[in-house]
């Protein structure tokens, strides 16, 4: 059981314009919430959080919007470069655990 | 400052075959954390380590698969025998901490495992 879900494997968007990347989690005990970015023979890393008590984390190009009635985050970036293209992922987690629970992952394409 | 370490980067073995995978975490960290990548399910946590101890392996697939922390700077999974359906991306990551508190993991660069 998927308690954190990407569900659009790929997502495509040309430079310039804003790529909206979505996550849905079924868990209401998650309070804490990140995206990690991912290159090809790379590991991910971190690129931005929110907590459940913001609904929104700005930083630079990339701002995470959290929706707790709905259970859906999202991340947005703008304006989108052709250096962001990579596999992003949301991450899921709660107070007392130690771990964070993973989506499978949007492939993002910026198109110069 | 170097990041987290793993070896090999690819390995590719036969059925039935024992693999090791390795990670040296970032120097001071106390939390050391085991994923497998795959199209379908994404990043699965599959043990956690906490000063070396293993905390959580309820994420460990099956008795084929192990994992030991000798100490803070060495960690190794191993999987024996391995199976074709073992193929994935094996992550290592460690972090500061990691107990209660929500901090940054920090990811190696991952084993490709391809098992015919």
């Known amino acids: 059981d998927q308690q954190v879900k990407q569900n659009s494997p790929s997502l495509s968007v040309q430079e310039g314009r804003i790529s909206i990347l979505n996550c849905d989690y079924t868990?209401?005990?998650?309070?804490?919430f990140l995206w990690y970015k991912k290159y090809p023979a790379e590991g991910p890393t971190f690129l931005i959080s929110i907590s459940s008590i913001k609904d929104k984390n700005e930083d630079g190009r990339f701002t995470v919007f959290l929706n707790k009635s709905a259970k859906h985050l999202s991340l947005h970036i703008v304006p989108s470069q052709p250096g962001d293209s990579a596999v992003y992922f949301c991450a899921a987690g709660a107070t007392g655990t130690y771990k964070y629970i993973f989506g499978t992952g949007t492939r993002l394409k910026v198109l110069a | 400052d170097a990041g987290v370490i793993q070896s090999p980067r690819h390995e590719v073995t036969e059925m039935g075959q024992e693999v090791t995978l390795r990670c040296k975490p970032i120097?001071?960290?106390?939390?050391l954390f085991w994923y497998r990548q795959t199209m379908m399910r994404g990043l699965e946590l599959l043990i956690y380590?906490?000063?070396?101890?293993?905390?959580?392996d309820s994420g460990m697939p099956e008795d084929r698969f192990s994992a030991k922390m000798p100490n803070a700077s060495f960690s190794t999974l191993k999987i024996q025998p391995s199976e074709p359906r073992d193929s994935a991306v094996y992550f290592c990551a460690s972090s500061l901490r990691g107990g209660l508190t929500y901090n940054e993991q920090f990811f190696g660069p991952g084993t490709r495992l391809t098992v015919l």
């Open positions: 380590f906490n000063n070396n101890v293993p905390i959580d």
């Open positions: 868990n209401s005990m998650f309070d804490y």
């Open positions: 120097s001071g960290h106390n939390s």
